[in-house]
């Protein structure tokens, strides 16, 4: 029997039917590719805020305070081994920018991390390591209203550590200049090519007014710190009290309180002195967990006797102190002060110094010394 072929018609007719059959078929594999690739992208993106989040968890000190934002950028993620070294782009088969910007905003306390997808410049894929930026000051700068501003040395690297011979350039996100005459916020942009490779790395600029600790009250003359000049500070707990200055230095103020805090305690309860007033320091910490402005120790015996105007001498008997060294104590206090194995000095409520107790009894209190900036007294 002879076979017979195809005619015309059903030709047509098949290639009809393929035809609408890619019709319906091509759309759905070609958006099934589409989602697929965003998908992939929209996974990338995640990765980019979760590695930012772990930048802020890692970094405590320099996350923006509420109501401000930090910018990075994926270059300094890669530099701090926060994301793998290839990110691709499934849209575009490229590398995402190493130049492209982030944020990490705090919304009054609740931290929100951006992407800014439209930023950088896109690259060729490229071997090895990730060239990057580097400041010698940290990413976010705190400057006093009225302080000087000096930007920072800004190095490039390539990926393996080499210095790169290349121009770098800056410019701000916002503002045309850095000023520091009134509070604000200023996001300074450095921008270089290493290697074919565009990098940036930020420096937010961050102009705060001077928040005082301590206020005078009676001076000899404001802004010298004669000792004994008095001052009321809030060490940081929201209390005012009152402090006399002890000693002063290039940029710091140590003042003492005008009476003891708690009550008696001993020198250091090993009985012994070679590791210091460890008790009473750990008592005296306890007592001034909440005074975060400030740092608090316990004073030396020979930096009470220069602020009395005596001369110190631990063999010899004790000078008289001024009033305001002693003031306001019935049991005296300690100093950080040792004297021998076993013994340490301590202010008497007369006035004198004495070493005639030993280091475990319980007969003399604490009276705090604060170490204030300067910058942070009103004058």
């Not at 989602?35 to 590695?51: L, P």
């Not at 404001?222 to 402090?243: E, N, V």
Request: glycine share 8%; hydrophobic share 35%; charged share 15%.
């Amino acid at each position: 029997m002879k076979k017979r072929g195809f005619t015309l018609v059903e030709l047509i007719a098949i290639m009809v039917i393929l035809g609408i059959l890619t019709l319906i078929t091509v759309p759905i594999i070609l958006n099934s590719i589409k989602r697929a690739r965003q998908n992939t992208y929209n996974t990338n993106i995640s990765m980019i805020k979760t590695a930012l989040q772990g930048w802020k968890n890692d970094h405590t000190s320099l996350v923006p305070k509420r109501g401000e934002k930090i910018y990075l950028t994926i270059a300094e993620l890669k530099r701090e081994n926060y994301l793998e070294q290839e990110m691709i782009n499934p849209l575009t088969t490229k590398p995402f920018p190493n130049d492209m910007l982030l944020t990490i905003t705090n919304n009054n306390g609740s931290y929100e991390y951006d992407v800014d997808v439209n930023s950088g410049t896109e690259t060729d894929k490229y071997e090895g390591l990730t060239p990057y930026l580097l400041f010698d000051t940290p990413i976010r700068r705190t400057i006093s209203v009225g302080g000087a501003y000096v930007p920072p040395n800004v190095k490039a690297y390539y990926g393996d550590g080499r210095v790169a011979d290349v121009e770098i350039t800056s410019s701000l996100i916002e503002g045309t200049s850095v000023s520091t005459s009134s509070p604000g916020i200023y996001y300074v942009l450095y921008k270089a090519t290493i290697g074919d490779i565009p990098v940036s790395l930020v420096q937010t600029i961050a102009i705060e007014p001077v928040d005082s600790v301590c206020n005078v009250s009676h001076a000899t003359s404001r802004g010298i710190y004669t000792a004994g000049d008095t001052y009321i500070c809030d060490p940081g707990d929201g209390t005012d009290r009152t402090f006399y200055v002890l000693s002063v230095s290039n940029e710091v103020v140590s003042l003492i309180m005008d009476k003891n805090l708690g009550t008696n305690v001993a020198w250091n309860e090993s009985g012994l002195t070679e590791n210091g007033p460890e008790s009473a320091l750990s008592y005296l910490k306890g007592l001034t967990s909440n005074w975060v402005n400030v740092s608090v120790t316990i004073p030396e015996a020979a930096t009470i006797a220069a602020a009395a105007g005596v001369s110190w001498n631990p063999d010899s008997s004790s000078p008289a102190l001024s009033g305001w060294l002693y003031a306001n104590s019935t049991s005296g206090y300690w100093t950080s002060t040792p004297y021998g194995d076993s013994y340490a000095f301590a202010v008497d409520r007369s006035g004198s110094f004495t070493n005639t107790h030993a280091v475990t009894s319980n007969d003399y209190g604490v009276r705090p010394v604060i170490v204030v900036s300067k910058d942070k007294i009103a004058n």
